[in-house]
């Protein structure tokens, strides 16, 4: 089994920043790939970005292009997300999610979800 807890959301106002971590654990962990996606009220869930647990290449929409870094610490089996410059559009639940073969933003190619962590950003 994989479990994956989020932890670093929180309410800020636009212009400003959050740094959201994942903290995974189980003897199952064993990613190819390692992703954000987010889901605002009444939407649904949309990719953010991704990252190859054991190489450099990572992925982001377009909407998060530029203000947003996803990053690791595989010692640590933690995965960040660096979010800059939020708008109040970026207000959603963030997921983190395991995939254990090459995935980049389709969610069903992801087997293990966080519980979330909720982002507000007023404006």
């Known amino acids: 089994q994989v479990q994956l807890v989020e932890s670093g959301g929180g309410s800020v106002q636009a212009g400003g920043s959050l740094r959201l971590s994942c903290a995974a654990s189980?003897?199952?962990?064993?990613?190819?790939?390692m992703a954000w996606f987010r889901q605002a009220p009444g939407k649904e869930r949309e990719f953010v970005a991704a990252?190859?647990?054991?190489?450099?290449?990572?992925y982001y929409s377009d909407s998060v292009k530029g203000r947003f870094t996803i990053s690791r610490d595989n010692a640590k089996n933690t995965l960040y997300l660096q979010t800059n410059n939020l708008k109040p559009e970026d207000t959603a639940v963030y997921y983190c999610?395991?995939?254990?073969?090459?995935?980049?933003?389709?969610?069903?190619?992801?087997?293990?979800w966080g519980q979330g962590t909720q982002v507000t950003v007023s404006s």
């Open positions: 999610a395991h995939a254990r073969y090459f995935a980049i933003k389709t969610a069903s190619r992801y087997d293990t």
């Open positions: 189980g003897r199952a962990f064993s990613p190819a790939t």
């Open positions: 990252i190859q647990w054991n190489g450099p290449t990572t």
